[in-house]
């Protein structure tokens, strides 16, 4: 599928149009229940981070990305990942981390100020993100050179912004990406802006996709807010890396429906007209009005699938919440394998001045 | 058997990477070539291509793919052909290797290795004489290790190896060949983090690592034929440094002088001299001297003398510090 669309071309691969019809020829062959729980995917994503804006207005989170319109790509993506295969996610990756299982509870306790919360459980396969711009885009190729050298049969997901594609090691990732020709997917969540900076200022590329070429492996555009064109590309070439096929690069055409994070005015750089005509493509709308065509939904199912979001986030504040602020001893303990007596000392002299010892 | 720091640091990568295959080497030119010191000679014919890595030339690339081969369970060990060339891999080390096992508590360290060549002494070009250290020792996390002769050389290579943490393992280029010494033939260990007095004296401790101990041996020997005994404290680890070595030989010698190749100001020296205010201040019979490179770049070759510290500048210190 993915060579039917040439990003030199301007091609673009889309599944849904934007009123929610298949395109004849292209409609993955999914079980109801598959897509179903990926709608539930984008739903709980979008109402866990409606939550996460609200909980940092009240001061009860920190500086937060919103990964408001990027639902399609992080759901779509990530239900087209295979067990053993690995994430290298960046910071704006909220519906990746919970469709493949990270606790939605641990995701709140990081953004609430806490480290122990992107510890990723053991057997899950995601790399910390990484809020360096495009410095994930290298670990992810490492991986896949492991992947290589240990005959794993997995292919390694990485994912990032437009501007990443500005930085060095996005362009060294590529390049030994192709020379190693490693299993890795490279998904571009291509939102339009890198904080306040247009596409049009990261690159005179007409596509992102076609910058793959270059490299010696291919590209390709999809549209980003059409979940089954992410699945589709994503997961014929995650198919590919894991049968020796080496590298993609996937350009997923989307907009970032909101603030870069809480902290930013994305009003002081876009007009409204561009938003408002942005959200009429809403990707869950879209999915929507499929599921709907496909006789998937109905007003009972959503006001199903909403309540159940609302629980899971409601259950999973309370839980962060009630997490115990970190220990001292936690700060210092994991700097080091083992900790070196340099540090013991100033962990004592911490402890020593909290317990009133100084005088 | 007799061998050079050279011939140590390449057999105790062949028997590492003999005894565990999750390590691997890459970097620039370090397969066919063996590297531009041939330090990894051979070692693409004994273990292949596939863990003898020759990478495109990008550092920030071969750092950062180390780092997520560590998250598949590899040890990989990355050359940085000069310590010069080491800056555009800085983020990746900084934000990645030295953090990510805090960052996930626990669940992704970083075992990895970046070797590189440092310092001058050899006649190079503009770039191949860096000796900037302190950058390192700054970040929480890293480990920074520096050799000083061909068994340390092995030995704590070895250990490096053999760490969960991430190791800055830079080598002396001006001592890859400079002495040969007799080294065990069997893999052995230098433990990390522990300082060594390479000399013992009485009057004045002198600390300092790599390629700076023999300058520091040499001056020692100008000093004791006028009858002052020096202590050299050889710091091989740098950070985390062995604080409780240099406090206790300053505490007994009461005179300190550190000796570095690197530029004087926000040097390593800085902070030893203040570990030494903080820990022997009572102690001390003068105040602690540094002897470093001026704060200016690194000449080319011809002024290269006047620029990195020589045994007499080291003597004529001693000698002051003595008078105080």
Redesign the interface.
């Known amino acids: 599928m993915i060579e039917r669309f040439d990003p030199l071309k301007g091609e673009r691969l889309q599944v849904l149009d934007e009123a929610g019809r298949a395109r004849p020829g292209l409609e993955p062959a999914l079980a109801g229940e598959a897509l179903r729980a990926m709608y539930a995917r984008m739903v709980l994503t979008r109402t866990a981070d409606a939550k996460a804006l609200k909980l940092q207005r009240q001061g009860r989170f920190g500086t937060f990305a919103s990964s408001r319109g990027h639902e399609a790509c992080q759901v779509g993506a990530a239900s087209a990942m295979a067990p053993g295969d690995w994430l290298f996610p960046y910071f704006r990756d909220f519906g990746t981390y919970l469709t493949l299982g990270y606790p939605l509870a641990d995701y709140y306790h990081y953004w609430m100020g806490n480290e122990a919360g992107l510890r990723t459980p053991d057997g899950l396969n995601i790399y910390a993100f990484a809020i360096p711009v495009a410095s994930q885009v290298l670990h992810a190729v490492g991986a896949g050179m492991a992947a290589n050298y240990r005959k794993l049969k997995v292919a390694v997901i990485t994912t990032f912004g437009d501007g990443a594609t500005s930085e060095g090691d996005f362009h060294e990732a590529m390049n030994f990406a192709g020379v190693f020709k490693t299993p890795n997917v490279f998904l571009c969540y291509n939102n339009q802006f890198a904080i306040s900076v247009p596409r049009s200022r990261q690159t005179a590329s007409a596509t992102i996709a076609q910058k793959a070429v270059a490299y010696g492996f291919r590209g390709v555009q999809v549209d980003g807010n059409d979940i089954l064109a992410v699945w589709t590309a994503v997961g014929e070439a995650a198919a590919a890396a894991r049968a020796g096929g080496g590298p993609t690069l996937v350009e997923a055409y989307t907009y970032r429906m909101g603030d870069h994070t809480t902290s930013d005015d994305a009003a002081r750089y876009r007009t409204k007209e561009e938003v408002l005509d942005w959200e009429k493509r809403d990707p869950i709308l879209r999915f929507k009005s499929y599921l709907k065509t496909k006789g998937l939904w109905d007003e009972a199912y959503e006001a199903g699938v909403q309540a159940e979001a609302a629980g899971a986030v409601e259950k999973a504040v309370e839980a962060a919440e009630a997490r115990p602020p970190a220990k001292v001893e936690d700060l210092f303990a994991y700097t080091y394998a083992a900790m070196p007596p340099s540090l013991r000392d100033e962990l004592d002299d911490l402890n020593a001045f909290l317990a009133g010892g100084a005088r | 058997m007799i061998m050079t720091m050279v011939q140590a640091i390449n057999q105790a990568l062949a028997l590492e990477m003999a005894r565990d295959d999750r390590v691997?080497l890459l970097g620039e030119d370090v397969g066919r070539d063996g590297g531009v010191f041939r330090v990894t000679d051979g070692l693409v014919d004994k273990f292949g291509p596939?863990?003898v890595?020759d990478?495109?030339l990008?550092e920030?690339?071969g750092v950062?793919?180390?780092?997520?081969?560590?998250?598949?369970?590899?040890r990989?060990i990355v050359e940085i052909q000069f310590m010069g060339f080491i800056y555009?891999a800085f983020?990746?080390i900084v934000?990645?290797v030295a953090r990510?096992?805090?960052?996930?508590?626990?669940?992704?360290?970083v075992p990895l290795v970046i070797r590189t060549p440092y310092g001058a002494g050899v006649r190079a070009l503009e770039h191949h004489s860096e000796s900037t250290e302190a950058l390192f020792c700054q970040i929480?996390?890293l480990?920074v290790v520096v050799p000083s002769d061909p068994y340390d050389a092995k030995g704590l290579l070895t250990a490096s190896l053999r760490?969960?943490?991430p190791v800055i393992f830079l080598e002396p280029s001006r001592l890859y060949r400079a002495e040969k010494q007799d080294v065990p033939e069997e893999a052995f260990e230098v433990p990390l983090?522990k300082a060594r007095a390479v000399r013992e004296g009485n009057d004045v401790t002198v600390i300092a690592w790599g390629a700076m101990v023999p300058v520091a041996r040499k001056a020692a020997d100008m000093v004791q034929a006028e009858g002052l005994g020096v202590e050299i404290i050889d710091l091989r680890t740098l950070s985390?440094?062995?604080?409780?070595t240099v406090v206790a030989s300053v505490k007994r010698t009461g005179r300190a002088v550190v000796l570095h190749e690197a530029p004087r100001t926000c040097g390593l020296g800085a902070e030893i001299a203040a570990l030494i205010g903080e820990r022997a201040l009572l102690s001390l019979k003068a105040p602690v001297r540094r002897v470093t490179a001026p704060d200016i770049t690194v000449p080319l070759p011809k002024s290269e003398d006047y620029y990195t510290p020589s045994p007499e500048r080291l003597a004529r210190a001693i000698r002051e510090l003595m008078e105080f």
Do not use: K, Y
């Not at chain 2, 950062?64 to 598949?72: E, K, R």
């Not at chain 2, 990510?100 to 360290?109: C, E, H, I, S, V």
């Open positions: 691997l596939e863990r890595i990478t495109p990008a920030s690339g950062g793919v180390a780092v997520g081969m560590t998250a598949l369970g590899l990989p555009p983020n990746q934000s990645h990510l096992r805090n960052r996930t508590r626990g669940r992704f360290p929480p996390g480990t760490s969960d943490d983090g985390p440094m062995d604080a409780a």
